[in-house]
């Protein structure tokens, strides 16, 4: 039981990382402004001052 126990890796995953070109921003979702209502507006406005909240930390 030494302290290296967890560093050996196990199969072809070991510390896996996602191709750069399968990568998303998190957005998926497509809001045309003709057919929004003001509901989707005030969403849409949460969305984004979540996101620069969450960034700013």
Known sequence: MGRDEHKKSRGKRFMAQTPK???SDGVDVELSAE???EDDK???ER???ADRRARNK
């Open 21 to 23: 070109n399968q990568l």
């Open 35 to 37: 057919l929004s209502d």
């Open 42 to 44: 005030k969403a849409l």
């Open 47 to 49: 969305s984004r001052q």
